[in-house]
């Protein structure tokens, strides 16, 4: 049975802490590889301009390209409507059923996991690492993965990486300001960024 990450997000852009935070997961819990899959539709993302689909996907491609244990896909980008988790990972489940599912999010979003469509979905089709950034909050994540265990019957593997300061949201207000966010993106990132001009007005 293999072992592999989702990394589920838009990625409006693709940023360096989103490398990072896979980067974590693999090594910390063992994963074979990781599957960055950006969101088509999130339910949580319906007021924020989202970029076309063609840009996010090409900028993930270029980002993990050289990382051999990192893999793109478009599984999210053909269904359609609003894009859930808890469907995706049942999908995944039963097109491969003798794999194992590990879905990656940080810890602003693990608290808020009991939030999502049907999390005990979420919590039976995959386990959840949860990445825990320098530290902080490290005993009120355990404590989280200890009730979710119990609730859900949960497997839950805490990961921690050093603290980076960004946001997707954050690098575009940036961009739109015109200023440079190279340091927050991978090199290739930031020059397709540039040549598209993607995020600006």
């Known amino acids: 049975m293999g072992r ?3 990394m589920g997000g ?3 852009p693709v940023h360096i802490a989103h490398i990072k935070m896979a980067e974590a997961a693999y090594r910390q819990a063992k994963l074979d590889k990781v599957v ?9 993302k319906k007021n924020i301009h989202i970029i076309p689909e063609e840009h996010r996907g090409a900028m993930l491609k270029i980002a993990i390209n050289e990382v051999p244990y990192f893999e ?14 808890s469907q995706t990972l049942e999908l995944l489940h039963r097109q491969n059923p003798d794999e194992r599912y590990f879905f990656i999010m940080g810890g602003d979003s693990f608290f808020q996991l009991e ?3 049907l999390p005990g979905k979420i919590m039976e089709y995959a386990a959840i690492i949860a990445i825990n950034r320098n530290g902080t909050g490290k005993k009120q994540m355990e404590e989280h993965a200890r009730e979710l265990r119990t609730r859900y019957n949960a497997e839950i ?3 921690e990486m050093p603290q980076i300061d960004i946001s ?5 207000k940036i961009i739109l300001s015109g200023g440079d966010a190279s340091m927050y993106l991978p090199d290739k990132v930031w020059k397709y960024i540039k040549e ?4 600006r007005l």
């Open 72 to 85: 793109y896909s478009d599984f999210e980008f053909k269904r359609e409507g609003i894009t859930y988790s």
């Open 115 to 117: 939030n999502w469509h």
């Open 157 to 159: 593997i805490i990961v």
């Open 168 to 172: 997707s949201s954050c690098i575009r």
């Open 10 to 12: 838009t990625f409006n």
């Open 196 to 199: 598209k001009d993607c995020y």
């Open 4 to 6: 592999t990450g989702i």
């Open 36 to 44: 960055f899959m950006p969101s088509k539709n999130p339910p949580h």
